[in-house]
Structure formats: C-alpha cells, structure tokens
C-alpha cells in the first residue's frame, strides 16, 4: 500500500486515511490535489461537477483563521473574534454547561458521574500546583503550564520516531539548530516528567553529532540513545516555535485572558478558585470535551499528562489548535 506523505502533512493523518479508504468505493479520486481536478475538469468539461466536486482539504481551525486574517487587518481581526465569541462560543459555553450539569447530576449514568468527579479533583490538582504560573509567568516559559503542555504533546510525538530515522537525518546533514539548545530547559523538563530523564546524560554527545553531522558508531545502543537526545532537543526546539507562533500568540492568549480574569476574580485560594470554576461549568465543559478526546485518540499522552502532570489535560482546549497536527498523528 503507497501512501502520499506531502497529502498526509497536507491533509492530517486521519483525513488522509479516510480519503484513502473511501477511494476503494468512489468512481472519483479524492486523494487529488486541487491543480489535477482543474486538468481533468479541463479536459472533461461535460458541465456533470465542478472542479471541486469530492476532493479533500486541509480543515482551517479557528487560530489558523484569525492568525491569517490578523495578517491582513488587525481590525476586521478583533471583529471577528469579538462576534464569534459572543454568538457561536457563547452557545458552546451554554450547551457544554447543560451537558456538564446534566452528568454531575447522575442522569446521563454512573460512569460519566464518575468522570465528572475525576475532572473535578484534576481540575483542583491543577489549580493548587499550577494556578500562579498560569497566570503570572509568560507562556515563552516553561514554567507556564502552557509550555509544559505543548512541550509533552510534541515530544510524545517526535520519540515516535524510528532511532534509525533520526540516526539517517543527523548523519546525512539534514538536522541543524541555529541557535543552542537550552539545557537547563531540557533539565527542567525532565525533571518534571515530560521528557526522559535518562536522555540527559547524552546532550552533549548529541551536539557533537550534530556538529560532525554524524553520530558515532560506538556501539548500536549508545547510538539510539544519542537520538533519543536528539529526539528531546527537536521537541523542545519545536514547542518554542509553537509558543511564538502568531496562532499561539492571537488566539490562545484571548482565551488565557479570560481564564485568568475568572481566576482573579476568586478570593481564598485554590479551594475558593475551585469553586467559582466548578460554577463555570460552561468552561469545565469545553475543557473536559477536549480531555475525554485526548483519553480516547492518545491515552497513553493523556495518561501522562492527568497523572504525572497533575492534570494537564484540562488546559488543552486552549492550545489544541496549535497542537492539533501532533495529536493527529500520534
């Protein structure tokens, strides 16, 4: 079976396989790129479809969206971010809300009762360990819970990656950083389980392979570990670039403003926050959607991120769209 793999980065991984399926139950090709519709429209032209008819796009998510329109006017921007998030977020907001109610209440069942109350208690962990960086240190940090998030969703990805493929990018030159890794990153990140501890120990093995652009054949296990740390430094060079990326930067910090509005508007610590939240239920609603997602597409990642990063998980919704590519193809 051949696969497209520019269609795949095009389209997303999922799309792509959906499209490749239904090809086998079609008369028409929807794995085509728009240039080989007009040629065939071109040279059919028998007026039966248009030269869009059935092909598969690339979804534009809604930071993509803004991020783009923001290029070109600033202001009609702000207008459609403004519009949009009181009509079409606002009924969100209110049909999450009800659902939300509905489940703490026990009449959709006893399991999603039950994971109500697991989102509640990660909601608090989350509050009590990572409120205050939330809200006072930059999303550029690691130290923001943003960073940490997107951080371990891009390296559960890139240590997917075969050793052997990095091994063969590194010695044919085709990975190079313009500027040093931050260690002191890698070590903060570590420490905090989104990355291998045990990686550290090759960082420096890892930029002399880079210089040489070659790893050095000591033996085949010390290899792979030198792509793991490599593996752990294209992470980190990545989420950075995510965190200053103009969608990032647009959308996600609208959302973070707000969030943290709501909770500076709590008195009495995380246990207060926890309840005015707990009231917000419209916002808990969207934020476990995203979760119970994330549980079902990626569980060994969620289970990393409800676990080992006290909850997590429940601040994806606000970066999911700067992210969505990895969580694809994971």
Known sequence: MEFDGELISEL??????????????????????????????????????APSYRVLRKNQTRSEFLASLNKVSPVAAGLAAGVEHQTTHQ?????????????????????????????????????????????NVDIQMLENPLFKLVLGIVYEYVKLIPEWVIIKAVNGGALHFPDAINKQLLAKAASQGLIEAQMLKHIDAAYQALEAKAIPAVSKQAG???????????????????????????????????????????????????????????????????????????????????????????????????????????
């Open 91 to 135: 009924l969100d907001v209110a049909g999450a809300g009800i659902k939300r109610t509905a489940e703490g209440l026990g009449v959709t069942g006893s399991e999603k009762f039950s994971q109500v109350g697991e989102e509640n208690i990660a909601v608090f962990n989350l509050v009590r360990v990572s409120a205050q960086s939330l809200l």
């Open 224 to 330: 792979k570990e030198i792509a793991k740390a490599i593996a752990a430094m294209v992470a980190a060079k990545v989420a950075q670039k995510i965190m200053l990326s103009a969608a990032m930067d647009y959308a996600t910090k609208k959302r973070l403003a707000a969030l943290r509005k709501s909770f500076r508007s709590a008195k009495g610590g995380a246990a207060t926050t926890l309840v005015l939240l707990l009231k917000a239920n419209g916002l808990l609603g969207i934020s476990a959607r995203a979760s119970r997602e994330l549980q079902r597409d990626c569980p060994a990642l969620w289970r990393v991120l409800r676990y080992q990063c006290n909850g997590l998980d429940m601040l994806l919704f606000l970066v999911r769209d700067c992210v969505k590519e990895y969580l694809d193809r994971i």
């Open 12 to 49: 997303g991984a999922k799309k792509y396989l959906q499209g490749h399926k239904a090809q086998a139950f079609s008369s028409i090709k929807p794995l085509q790129r728009q240039e080989q519709i007009e040629q065939q429209w071109q040279a059919c032209n028998f007026g039966c479809h």
